[in-house]
């Protein structure tokens, strides 16, 4: 299973990014999907995931009311709006598939296949 992450860059604060992750060479409907992220000299931090259907979406504290998850099934992707942009939200951001082993959406170590990462950064 690859997944290929896109949609980072610079923005200002206040700013709105799309990212998007493309997942090939599994079944892309199988898989709840998570996005972390991870700041310098920071650990990793659960932004937001969604439920194999899309039916059902969980948010990290900071994001909630900000950042929207979504996917589209037929086209082997899951996206991540980010509306309102602060500087503390400037991190490496990684798509992720979760197993379909029971455990939280929020637990990095319940994920298997990671993409490479995209660089969000937004300025003051």
């Known amino acids: 299973v690859q997944l290929q992450a896109s949609g980072g860059g610079l923005v200002q604060a206040g700013d709105s990014l799309r990212l998007s992750c493309v997942v090939s060479g599994g079944t892309f409907s199988s898989y709840a999907m998570g996005w972390f992220r991870q700041a310098p000299g920071k650990e990793r931090e659960f932004v937001a995931a969604?439920?194999?259907?899309?039916?059902?979406?969980y948010y990290g504290d900071p994001v909630k009311g900000r950042f929207t998850i979504s996917r589209d099934n037929a086209k082997n992707t899951v996206h991540l709006q980010m509306n309102s942009l602060k500087p503390e939200d400037t991190a490496v951001y990684y798509c992720?598939?979760?197993?379909?082993?029971?455990?939280?959406?929020?637990?990095?170590?319940?994920?298997?296949?990671w993409g490479q990462g995209t660089l969000v950064t937004v300025s003051s």
């Open positions: 992720a598939t979760k197993s379909p082993a029971p455990g939280y959406y929020s637990d990095y170590a319940r994920y298997t296949n």
């Open positions: 969604i439920s194999r259907s899309g039916g059902i979406t």
